[in-house]
T-cell receptor, first 110, second 113 residues
């Protein structure tokens, strides 16, 4: 069983719409949670950390539900440039040993 | 600007060859990582290093070794390449105090025939 599970998508979203997707993690000892973004044929880049109380970064909102062991990401007012694969990432230590999900592909269409 | 570079974008090797993948970062980061990325499996950690000459096994170290003689350079070695090591290899680095904030190189697409 994978430690981090994501719906691979693709999620096809009209420009300006809202899209949300989740990931689940299996290790209850996970302490830190993140979303990375990977553009087609590019390297992953940190999008945002996910805090217990939920947090926003512009049009992006991340939520954490420790009891159910899932993390969500919501994108408001989608832009064409939001088209990418979003990687859910969890960590159970402070050494930077990250567990990556396989990613959710988002395609924003005009 | 933060930069992680990898020695090759594309590499084709034959089964049984010894393969060296080089990674260099210019950010004075303490931590460095090697991952492989395969469709449907995501990134999987092969090895990481939190200091010069230190190395730790990741989730899939079998068939690989690493070397970190200088802080800025982290090498991945495939002692005897096999076809199941055909993959995209990504190197990353991060600062000691924000180990989760990993900066990735562009990747090396390795094909073993």
């Amino acid at each position: 069983r994978k430690e981090v599970e994501q719906d691979p998508g693709p999620f096809n979203v009209p420009e300006g719409a809202t899209v949300a997707f989740n990931c689940t993690y299996s290790n209850s000892a996970s302490q830190s949670f993140f979303w990375y973004r990977q553009d087609c044929r590019k390297e992953p880049k940190l999008l945002m950390s996910v805090y217990s109380s939920g947090n926003e970064d512009g049009r992006f909102t991340a939520q954490l539900n420790r009891a159910s062991q899932y993390i969500s990401l919501l994108i408001r007012d989608s832009k064409l440039s939001d088209s990418a694969t979003y990687l859910c990432v969890v960590s159970a230590d402070s050494w930077g040993k990250l567990q990556f999900g396989a990613g959710t592909q988002v395609v924003v269409t005009p | 600007d933060v930069k992680v570079t990898q020695s090759s974008r594309y590499l084709v090797k034959r089964t049984g060859e010894k393969v060296f993948l080089e990674c260099v970062q210019d950010m004075d980061h303490e931590n460095m990582f090697w991952y492989r990325q395969d469709p449907g499996l995501g990134l999987r950690l092969i090895y990481f290093s939190y200091d010069v000459k230190m190395k730790e096994k990741g989730d899939i170290p079998e068939g690989y070794s690493v070397s970190r003689e200088k802080k800025e350079r982290f090498s991945l070695i495939l002692e005897s390449a096999s076809t199941n090591q055909t993959s995209m290899y990504l190197c990353a680095s991060s600062p000691e105090d924000r180990a989760y904030e990993q900066y990735f190189g562009p990747g090396t697409r390795l094909t073993v025939t």
